[in-house]
């Protein structure tokens, strides 16, 4: 199983910043290999050197993906086991369920809010029919004769 983790570039590679969101990041007892977690990115269209912080939707929402992987892993197993990982708790898919459930709200709210510009859209050029300027925008203006 191939693992890497550099803590510097956590804020430049998207496979490091979804490592450090799953609390993934000890070599001796990795949860997932990398080339899993660069399957979830690419299926959320990035890279593993893709920027996280112009992609955090994506990058949690890969992370919710991973997190719902290793949510079935612990989930397929007993009550209580001794693994590679140490002592495992059927707890521990509950914990992952509920950080994946969290990462997916933060990958709905990840994405810089959007604010068109009214104005942009308006033909300035346009005329009433008595030949008078139409710039008045429904919802932005006052409606004419009303204020």
């Not at 550099?6 to 979804?18: E, K, L, N, Q, S």
């Not at 899993?36 to 955090?56: K, W």
């Not at 369920?97 to 969290?102: G, N, S, V």
Request: some cysteine.
């Amino acid at each position: 199983m191939n693992f890497n983790y550099a803590v510097g570039t956590v804020t430049t590679h998207a496979h490091d910043f979804v490592r450090l969101l799953l609390h993934d990041v000890q070599s001796d007892r990795p949860l997932l290999a990398d080339e899993e977690i660069d399957a979830f990115l690419v299926m959320r269209g990035l890279t593993a050197n893709s920027d996280p912080l112009a992609n955090l939707s994506a990058c949690y929402s890969a992370a919710a993906d991973a997190a719902r992987s290793i949510e079935a892993k612990f989930a397929s197993e007993a009550e209580t086991e001794i693994t590679d990982l140490g002592i495992v708790k059927q707890s521990a898919a509950q914990e992952y369920r509920r950080l994946a459930t969290e990462l997916e709200a933060k990958a709905l709210t990840g994405a810089a809010p959007s604010f068109a510009d009214p104005s942009l859209a308006i033909d300035h050029t346009a005329r009433t029919p008595s030949g008078y300027p139409n710039d008045w925008v429904a919802g932005v203006d006052p409606v004419p004769g009303l204020s």
